[in-house]
């Protein structure tokens, strides 16, 4: 079975400033997916970056970058230039690969409380 | 493009009676998943459908129970409401390229 861990609770960054979330996973599988999700108060959650498995190029997404260790199992993810708009949860949640059309099911860690402060 | 839509936003109901929620996947997209989020046990997997078909499957009771359309609208259904399937429902619509996208939820609270 697939697991997610993240291991910091909360966090807190000055705006402007960069932050570093961590997230470890387990897993036997071979091809899979990697994202980082955003849960504002809203509770609305939105996808901020993927990272395929098979790609050793770690995946940006403007402000947002990810370093991806394969063997370590290790995807964290790096927020720069923090904005007051980044405050949410994060969750980093793991996908292995469907077949027959299937998509597969994320499985999440326990979420990031970010706060950013001005 | 219109994002995924759940219906309704929020619902009040009674132990023992049933809940049907409904989610309209973004056009085009014909895999919709269902999440439970509670605040002890997290975001949960309940199931996935695909041309109409269950094709995942978490570890839920059978109380709960879902269908989807041929225009790829989903339902669950949960059937002898207990007090502890109080939670945000999350709906996620996916096409091929392995990207789930979220609705805003239905917060069923169970009294």
């Known amino acids: 079975a697939q697991t997610v861990t993240q291991s910091q609770p909360e966090m807190s960054v000055q705006e402007a400033e960069t932050v570093t979330l961590s997230c470890t996973y387990d897993?036997?599988?071979?091809?899979?997916?990697l994202f980082w999700y955003k849960q504002p108060p809203s509770r609305q959650m939105i996808l901020v970056i993927r990272?395929?498995?098979?790609?050793?190029q770690n995946a940006t997404e403007n402000r947002f970058s990810v370093n991806f260790q394969k063997a370590a199992k290790s995807f964290s993810l790096k927020i720069s230039d923090s904005q007051l708009g980044d405050t949410a949860m994060y969750f980093c949640?793991?996908?292995?690969?469907?077949?027959?059309?299937?998509?597969?099911?994320?499985?999440f860690g326990k979420g990031t409380k970010l706060s950013v402060k001005p | 493009k219109a994002g995924v839509t759940q219906t309704p936003r929020y619902l009040i109901k009674t132990r023992g009676q049933q809940v049907t929620l409904s989610c309209s996947p973004i056009?085009?997209?014909?895999?919709v998943s269902w999440y439970q989020q509670t605040p002890g046990q997290g975001l949960q997997f309940l199931f996935e459908y695909f041309s109409e078909t269950q094709r995942n499957k978490g570890n839920f009771p059978g109380r709960f129970s879902g269908r989807q359309f041929s225009n790829s609208r989903s339902e669950m259904n949960v059937s002898t409401l207990e007090l502890g399937d109080s939670a945000l429902y999350l709906c996620?619509?996916?096409?091929?390229?392995?990207?789930?996208?979220f609705g805003p939820g239905t917060r069923l609270t169970v009294t």
């Open positions: 996620a619509s996916s096409n091929v390229v392995y990207e789930q996208y």
């Open positions: 949640a793991f996908m292995k690969h469907g077949y027959g059309g299937s998509q597969g099911n994320l499985i």
């Open positions: 897993t036997s599988e071979s091809n899979y997916y």
């Open positions: 056009s085009g997209h014909r895999s």
């Open positions: 990272q395929e498995a098979y790609k050793q």
